[in-house]
């Protein structure tokens, strides 16, 4: 899908898609808020889930918030690019607002588990660039949950039995940052995104400006 960059020369691009996934508390929703707050060029796939807002979440911002019945119906209607359930709720990335934005020449970023990433990478892989962010220590997953204190303790105490399960699946990933220092992997993370969006495979302008290079008389 193209995406234009205006540095002189338009050069247009094939979008990407890139996820992030993590244990819960690893740093993901930190980190990807940054990237999308520095990068005119990257939006946000807002994602539907069943699960109540936390104090301070906003509905369309971090995610649409509906019941069962909505989502079986979304469900139905073939309206997700995947959907999955995660923590004992449902969750699901819409295809419409994903495929107008890579249109129009925007890439997208996903927060979502690993079964969401399995699942859009199978559908379009060399569109995809995954990345998975892990904690310090189990220690530090459990301080930064409980700092954020966004959850009751019974809901931190499911999320940390369930880390485990999410990071054995690490090796499904093009990238893995080791998120300790906060600058430093939102630095890694700004470095690989700006080397993905660089790819030879993404510049459809370069084949037609290379002809036009080639056919200039010295
Ligand atoms: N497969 C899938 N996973 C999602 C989607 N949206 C969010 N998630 C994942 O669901 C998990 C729980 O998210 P959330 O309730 O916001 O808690 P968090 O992990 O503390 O950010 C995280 O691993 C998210 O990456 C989605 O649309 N699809
Ligand atoms: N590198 C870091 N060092 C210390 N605290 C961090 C770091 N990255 C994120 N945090 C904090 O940890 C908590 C969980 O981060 P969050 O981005 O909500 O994680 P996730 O989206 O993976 O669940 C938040 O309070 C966040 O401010």
Same mark, same amino acid.
């Given at each position: ?33 940054? /990237? ?19 104090? =301070? ?34 969750? =699901?990335? /819409?295809?419409?607002? &994903? ?31 995954? !990345?998975? !962010? ?10 930064? /949950? ?29 990238? &893995? ?14 470095? !690989?995104?700006?080397?993905? &969006? ?7 302008? !370069? ?12």
């Amino acid at each position: 899908m193209p995406n234009t960059e205006t540095t002189g020369t338009q050069r247009i691009k094939r979008g990407l898609m890139l996820i992030v996934s993590s244990p819960s508390g690893a740093g993901k929703t930190s980190l990807c808020r940054r /990237l999308m707050a520095d990068h005119a060029d990257l939006d946000l796939s807002t994602s539907v889930t069943t699960r109540k807002p936390r104090p =301070g979440e906003q509905e369309g911002r971090e995610y649409h918030f509906i019941d069962d019945a909505r989502m079986d119906k979304l469900v139905k209607e073939d309206a997700f690019l995947e959907h999955a359930a995660v923590h004992d709720h449902r969750y =699901g990335s /819409l295809r419409e607002p &994903v495929e107008r934005a890579l249109s129009q020449g925007q890439n997208v970023l996903f927060d979502i588990d690993w079964q969401g990433a399995q699942r859009i990478s199978a559908k379009a892989p060399s569109d995809v660039v995954r !990345i998975f !962010i892990l904690p310090p220590s189990m220690v530090e997953l459990k301080r930064r /949950l409980i700092a954020r204190a966004q959850d009751e303790m019974a809901v931190i105490e499911r999320r940390l039995q369930r880390a485990k399960g999410e990071i054995s699946h690490w090796a499904e990933y093009d990238y &893995v940052i080791l998120n300790d220092d906060f600058d430093r992997s939102y630095a890694e993370l700004v470095h !690989i995104y700006h080397a993905e &969006v660089a790819r030879r495979s993404r510049g459809l302008w !370069i084949a037609p400006f290379v002809d036009e290079l080639m056919s200039e008389t010295i």
